[in-house]
């Protein structure tokens, strides 16, 4: 609630692409996901606040019956704003009151558990969708009124790992997600991990230098997308009378050198890396990589500042599909759905990004989106082999 | 204004299809054909209200300038709704202003009542498109709070013309659209029009008979179309439980079958004819008809319920592509591309509707849609040939 | 059969485009034709040559049964082309001895003639779809090995018809179309139609003033054609080292100025028309303009070269769309498929072409093809209004 | 070119689907192949057969300019046959010529040998998309006019193999792929592998119990294909009068219960394996069963017959989606293009298929396709996971 607080009403309506969800549609579906899989769950005798939201706001549980086509939820004018936040304190106040009058099972302490993970997602996509939103209108607006400060010029190591098998996925001392077990053996060649991120000045010059128009830095299906897009620079830059902008959500700026790079796709971390005769890091490798090094602190901001940062900037594409680990078992019950579903076509990132809730990420986190898209806040790391 | 009194700031700025616009839309885009068309082409000097206006504003006059896709109209949560109240009042006092103060020249007078009359047709645009944003939302929202009352039952008779050379198009004693100019000659055959327009009953038969299976009764491209839709019935019709509804500006109703059907295509209407192994009528025999009638009472519903009325409750498709007259001339300047451009792939429909302001049509008035369209409140009036 | 004689068997076979056939379809469905409507109509008995055929050479009749998709007609490589000369020697034969030992009812007589001017018809789509097919290949072949003659330029001059009724449509004395069908009277207004066709040198000048960019000169449906095509010039033009070239059916020539301009779409007819200041002829005044002159002589080449000719050079492009006239009635039986199920979205040509066989053109004959066509042999003849 | 000697002219042309090329296609890109990579590039002298076929044979590759768009290679009646017999014989020839007075350096000889496990490639494919070819016509033609034996039934078993430290990739000992190397070390949990294909038999228990309707067996693309297929079943199975049966290369067969189901796509195998409760392989793992058993026979047929058989009869899904091994190297030159830029969305298959030539695969190599994909001769051997 407090991220849509800069919002005014029509902001939370409008969907300006199939991927991105309007505001009000996250924070239904954030309290259906408690109204559905606890409370519903938990007592046949449940009575839902409107029986349409279920049709509404499940996102992709086919369980749970038929749902709204996901590029489709911009045309609903109804529920109002003022109704979704209604729902959402019905559902919460629902939720403490069962809290406190029952004993509750393991499965509803998982569920209230996977349930504020969920919400800690949207929180992201939230952040994601808002930007895509105002980003595509004519009528400059900013999200944010801080502005943001100049990056310092950072100096990039090379990070050195040695061979050998490493223990990969959850260390199991707090919440994860079923994608990121069970732990297990990988066995992993010696490599380097820049210990910086791409920045702009870096990526500018991938773009001046023409490198969309050259086949040789492409993967083939990236090749077609590169020719079919007009846009061959990160989602939100711009060209104004021969300058370079960018889009953020705390307005327009020129565009800084010294930033890291965000919202590129795969197709374009791959041939940048390619185009500088190095590699992506594999998703083991940007885990040993985060797990060797401390923590940096929370971005204050809502763009990436600093390319120095090991972690909390922007995701990192890393060169692995997302595919399941050894021993891979879905979530029980109707949470199946949550994630095993997805392990088709899509590339894993590492690291959180200045979107993320804070303590939201871990070492272990896999995100993961199609190699094509180019909304979230993701950068690239690179990674070259050791001999 | 008036008409959006109902609507909650929600309602205002979702597109439910391309063909539809939001509301908010219709009210900025209307004032802005006052502001370029009027206050900007009458002085160099004049300062527009926002620069970006021009931009999401203008529909698809291509002389103007580059504008906004028309399918992508609801992506844009800016300018708010506020803000558009606040631009319509705006250059209304400034076209009244100027008004006042100012010795109108013949072609400032062509543009005020031009964009007057532009206007009205937004205002049943506008009632369009409401039907559509909120029928498409499974939450349950009425436009009116009357109900609707039940029709009565009406006797069909068959109204006869004699061949001959008619005069045909705009009689010239007050406004009206250069496509409906110049008045001219057309030689028409012995002809009869249904004094009824075509009721739910008469097409429930049609579409229960299984009329949307069977190639014989329909256009090549009606055939395609009929094959691909999953609605092989009126656009607002349902079917619950075994028995039919209609979705109206009025909220739900079961389907009245006295009522005149509304809201088919093109290719509906044409294999509706053929089925009853009769014909549509062409727009000159329909501008004859109309011409014999005296006027019916303007609907005070926004539905019709009447089909025993001689004009105002459904546009009832011709036969007749929408083509220039002998003769015709566009309007001049920025204007040119009103109505000449779209003679296209476009049928005629005459009569006006429950949602046309009352004074908009007239006899020779020509409205058009392409043949797969099913939005407008478009009906069936019934012809044959007279030996 | 004839006209198949330049052919290798390859050529027999490929589809290059969904609009074009392969040859050997094109026989096979002229045969099924007479195969279907003649001898299985004729005889309960009569057993089929193949019983899949009805399937494959069916084009459109859908009272006869499910038909092979027209756009994936060029992935059939059985029945291989010998086959179909057997198959069409064995019904010729069939058909012949049927003529000679029956006695034939007027619904046979009328099919007979039908077949043979539907064949007709078939003869000229074989050299549109054999000039498609062969001109798409970078391997340059030539369809015939006589070298076109230089085009003389030619005076225009301005025909001038008065306004009257008159009469339009079949004469009756021959075979004709149902949709030629029934003549009846039509009030025209004065015009004057071009002695000559449009010359490739006045449609470069339309091509080279940057037409295909200035929104202003088309209708709207033809500029979102005009901006989505990367060919803005007639279909076998082509530019090499700055000068221009034409496929034809005799080979590339180096562009000849003087020869009418083939090849257009309709809407690229309308904005030449529009860029000049005049207009297309209805297909009204281009029978009157037809039955005013002297038939031309039939041409020996497959290549328009004649501006002046009245008729048989290009089919001229008409302002009015295909409907059906006053009175109209289909063909009885299956034929009924003929022609009144396109009346929609298509637009009138008039006048033959070089590929119409000698004989099968006449004054009220009704060509008809989509706006966005450009495979048939069309090109423009200019009207204006007379006062 | 034996492979060919069933066909027919018109065979060699067709083009049945995006994926499939024609026969005559696949005869003249493999010659191109030695020309270019071989001839071309040894001589700066050298003077192509025809200088289009570069544009019209090149498959792929970027580096080496334009080429015809991989979807139109069926709309090109030339290079006629015969003329594609007389390029590889003059190819041919010249390459020999050229063996016999030269020094082969070792970059010729990796071209030669690349370039005869090319044909090889396209010798399976030439089977695949003949077949595709011949299926989709409703004229039954055989391939071949041997008749296929029915298969017997197969007794199950699970082969074991422990946990460790395996060696995977190229062996060194002959010719590989870029794709297959380096050979490098990966960690393998306890695992078993049905000594089995799975069958006709429970493929068809999968379809008939409705699979393809439940979305919990499905990924979700799996899903959407699922529901946008019409064929809910292996690609060459086709239904009549309540009986199953199957297109082969060897006719149309009652459906043999007992022989390995093939032609399924990746989404059909991974919901397969999840109705059974296992899964599909790690392309590891089958390298590792295939290393521990003996090779089987090669097929006699064109068809899989055997489902007791450990290679050579389907080409097996593994899980793995297609990505470089750890410490990959493109091959050099412009056969860098021949695999790395497709590891993107595509899946791992392992172990030969009937098609496949003999002596063309070995343990380590990685044949991919796209999920999606379902004309190769594909099919099933199921895994699961030792505790």
New interface residues.
Partial sequence: MALTEPL??????????PDVSPPKWHLAHTTWFFEEFLLAKNSALYKRY?P?FG??FNS?Y??LGPHWLQS?R????????DEVFNYRRNIDEQVLAHLEKTVWSDEMAFILELGLNHEEQHQELLLMDIKH??A????E?RYSSTSLPRASTVKTEWREFAEG?YEIGDVGDDFSFDNEKPR??????PFALSSTLVTNKEYLEFVESGSYLK??L??????SWAQSTVHKHPLYWFKKDGAWFEYTLHGVEALDLEKPVVHIN?FEA?AFARWRKLRLPTEQELEIYLDANLSSEDSQFFHPTDAAAMRGQVWAWT???Y??Y??FKNFEGAA??YNG?????QFVLRGGCVATPRGHSRNSYRNFYL?EQKWMFAGIRLAK?LK
Same sequence: chains 1, 2, 3, 4.
């Fill in positions: 005014v009403r029509e902001d939370f309506v409008v969907q300006s692409s409107n349409e049709r509404l992709y086919k369980a489709e911009g045309v609903l004018s109804r529920p109002t704003v939103n105002l595509v209108n004519p009528i607006t098998v297990h053996k990988n066995y992993v060649y086949p040789e492409w993967l083939s299906l990236g090749w795969y791959d060169k692995s599909p595919v399941s050894p021993g199946q759905e579903k997805f392990m088709c076509g190699p082999d």
